[in-house]
């Protein structure tokens, strides 16, 4: 019998965590014989894993009031045209990942048109860090059949709100399972023991290119002048960024290699990475690399969700919200200067100290993020849920 799966994701990391999943279900459906088809709202990830996409989402996302609007539309688009046909290809099951505000657009719609249909969340929506208030994860809640969660205190909110939630494990525990160590990724790229190497990672979002592009790379310049020997990689998150920070880098007078190959090896290699916050800290901290991560909105932005909703965190980037505690040095909105990120980048290049404690602390982390096979699991669950009789509709 076939059965078919409905995928609906957005942004670069959604697309890698899409595309592992979907290769495990592809393996589960194998072994059990099962024919399987996956329809998606991703990015090439997702399509070169097995997936037909419906539209490309990874270049639409955004963090942000005021920067989630010139993506409104295009969202909106990709959302009808997604309904359209599934309304002529009808979904055995639906999964979204991450993508709060669209995903639960979607999702709501899904149900309404396709009440039998079992939904899982996958990956849920940072709400249960930063939302000052209950009513988005209890839209959530209301919303999915079963969650799969990634971080053990992601596991343990939604659990007390009433969700389903089974604990996974984090995907990236998989896709670094056979990643190089450092000395390994350094002989493959013809570095000498000597070599320092520092990579930028300002960008997988519109936002980050105007808020976190100026400030890290005025930073790099300076430590360029302080270390010329340094060698500096932007490993792409997409291409189609190329331009604008090959201008970027021109502004600010830095030179630094902006690459799309061998990526796993280039962040193993480093000495250091000043990053952008998300999916790709805990990539860095699993390869063992010190690192700053850096988040900023527009300011109406900020001012807005401080003053009207409420909104503290504690910790944004995935290691510090793996422990709750303070893994990686994090510079949020005002804080995002090229003078504290050069402090910071100065502390962890010339205190060995400091980067032994965050490689022993990095350490710790692992063992709190879920054995190998995270993928498999997240696949048997899925396919649990879809040998379950959904309700019977009127």
């Known amino acids: 019998m076939r059965q078919r799966i409905f995928i609906s994701t957005g942004e670069v990391s959604g ?31 997702m399509a070169a894993a097995g997936a037909t996409l419906l539209a490309h989402t990874s270049g639409i996302g955004s963090v942000g009031l005021l920067e989630s609007l010139p993506f409104l539309l295009p969202t909106l688009r990709v959302q009808r045209q997604a309904l359209e046909t599934l ?8 999964i979204l990942i991450d993508y709060m505000g669209p995903n639960l657009g979607l999702g709501n719609a899904i149900k309404r048109e396709f009440p039998q249909v079992p939904i899982i969340y996958y990956i849920a929506p940072q709400t249960w860090v930063w939302s000052p208030s209950d009513r988005d994860a209890l839209r959530l809640v209301s919303l999915c059949d079963r969650l799969l969660a990634i971080f053990p ?40 023991p000597e070599d320092l190497v520092i990579a930028l990672l300002p960008a997988s979002r519109h936002q980050e290119l105007k808020y976190l592009v100026p400030p890290i790379f005025q930073a790099a310049r300076v430590l360029q002048e302080k270390f010329p020997q340094a060698k500096f990689w932007i490993p792409l998150s997409l291409e189609i960024y190329r331009d604008r920070l090959q201008q970027a880098l021109s502004d600010v007078g830095l030179t630094a290699e902006i690459t799309s190959d061998r ?49 503290e965190i504690e910790f944004m980037s995935p ?25 910071e ?13 965050m490689q022993e602390n990095y350490g710790q982390m692992r063992q709190q993020i879920g054995e190998v096979g995270v993928c498999d699991r997240a696949a048997e669950e899925i396919f649990a849920q879809l040998r379950q009789p959904g309700p019977i509709c009127p």
């Open 345 to 357: 980048a100065l502390s962890l290049l010339c205190e060995p100290q400091r980067r032994q404690a």
């Open 15 to 45: 697309d890698l965590q899409g595309a592992l999943l979907i290769e495990a279900l592809h393996r589960r459906a194998q072994r059990q014989g099962t024919s399987l088809e996956i329809l998606a709202l991703g990015g090439d990830r």
């Open 87 to 94: 309304r002529s290809q009808p979904p055995d099951l639906v």
């Open 319 to 343: 290691p510090n919200l793996v422990t709750m505690t303070s893994i990686i040095p994090e510079l949020m909105q005002e804080e995002v200067t090229p003078e504290n990120i050069l402090q």
């Open 263 to 311: 990526r796993l090896e280039r962040l193993a290699a480093a000495d250091l990475a000043i990053s952008k916050s998300g999916t790709v800290n805990l990539e860095l901290a699993l390869l063992n690399v010190p690192q700053i991560a850096l988040y900023a909105v527009h300011p109406l932005t900020a001012s807005f969700a401080r003053r009207i909703l409420g909104f």
């Open 153 to 192: 205190e992601e596991a343990r909110y939604f659990r007390e709100r009433g969700a389903t939630v089974t604990w996974v494990g984090h995907p990236l525990v998989d896709h670094l399972a056979a990643a190089p160590d450092r000395e390994t990724a350094r002989r493959a790229l013809n570095l000498t």
